[in-house]
């Protein structure tokens, strides 16, 4: 059964980068639709950046394109989110999440199209 345990989330100054790090157990992450979320308090779960299965195709949030990049470490079994060019509105605990195996969603910045959720990392970006 696959798990999710993020790490790699910190203090940081407005400009400043960060990479987060999801690291899978019990799978091999690439055969799973992998995204980042990200809650803040008071605020919905919003998507912010995808990798389908395979690792071939991405999707960003507009507020973090440019900024963002996920990316994929297979033979660490290991999903990444660096984040560059951080702004305060960044702030939030960040999530990795899977969607089932070789699934294709259909809207892949949605929370309801990812079934297996890690515990989250806080992120916080000082002005």
């Known amino acids: 059964q696959l798990q999710l345990v993020e790490s790699g989330g910190g203090l940081v100054h407005s400009g400043g980068s960060l990479r987060l790090s999801c690291t899978a157990s019990?799978?091999?992450?690439?055969?799973?639709?992998i995204a980042w979320f990200r809650q803040a308090p008071g605020k919905e779960r919003e998507g912010v950046s995808r990798?389908?299965?395979?690792?071939?195709?991405?999707d960003y949030a507009n507020s973090v394109k440019g900024r963002f990049t996920i990316s994929i470490d297979n033979t660490k079994n290991t999903a990444y989110l660096q984040m560059n060019s951080l702004k305060p509105e960044d702030s939030a605990v960040y999530y990795c999440?899977?969607?089932?195996?070789?699934?294709?969603?259909?809207?892949?910045?949605?929370?309801?199209?990812?079934?297996?959720w890690g515990q989250g990392t806080q992120v916080t970006v000082s002005s």
């Open positions: 999440a899977a969607g089932p195996r070789n699934f294709v969603p259909r809207n892949p910045l949605e929370t309801y199209e990812y079934e297996t």
């Open positions: 019990g799978s091999t992450l690439s055969n799973y639709p």
């Open positions: 990798l389908n299965f395979g690792g071939a195709s991405t």
